[in-house]
């Protein structure tokens, strides 16, 4: 059974409206449950791409990634799950792992499963929620996310009423 239905959700899912890149992000976070996303990524076989700047690397250790000079270009890594579904997480600090997913390509149910399943995944790894904000929120409010007592992805906005 899905975790959230395309219709309850969908204008959460509309780049006009929310924005093409909401933001994704684990709170309370530290190198290891960086590592972890590391891992995962790995243990998973996802297709994956890491990147400093425009030069493509092997994925180095996430204490080696955080160690960065601050003046440092920000490390990404690409994570498909999928082959046309593409997270790109950026090493911004120990403290939350960020990261983005383009809403153009999480349009209806199918695509919605792939999402909700990839917070699922990585939610459970980590043993924390997994949040998605409107695109430049301030985390404070999230849409939806991953929640541990309930082992789901569930809704955290009410709808907005046509």
Not at 42 to 71: F, I, M
Not at 89 to 112: C, H, N, P, S, T
Request: negative net charge; glycine residues 8%; hydrophobic residues 45%.
């Amino acid at each position: 059974m899905a975790d959230l239905l395309w219709d309850d959700v969908k204008d959460f899912f509309d780049p006009d409206l929310m924005g093409a890149l909401p933001d994704v992000f684990v709170p309370e976070t530290s190198a290891e449950d960086w590592q972890a996303v590391l891992d995962l990524v790995g243990v998973n076989g996802w297709k994956h791409e890491y990147s400093e700047g425009e030069t493509r690397l092997p994925v180095p250790r996430a204490e080696v990634v955080l160690s960065r000079p601050a003046d440092a270009e920000c490390p990404q890594l690409r994570v498909w799950p999928t082959a046309d579904v593409l997270m790109i997480f950026r090493f911004y600090a120990a403290e939350a792992i960020d990261f983005d997913v383009d809403l153009r390509e999480l349009q209806g149910q199918e695509r919605l499963d792939v999402f909700c399943g990839f917070l699922r995944v990585l939610g459970r790894r980590l043993g924390k929620p997994v949040l998605m904000d409107a695109e430049g929120g301030d985390g404070r409010h999230p849409i939806l996310g991953f929640d541990v007592e309930s082992d789901g992805v569930v809704l955290l906005a009410q709808p907005r009423v046509a």
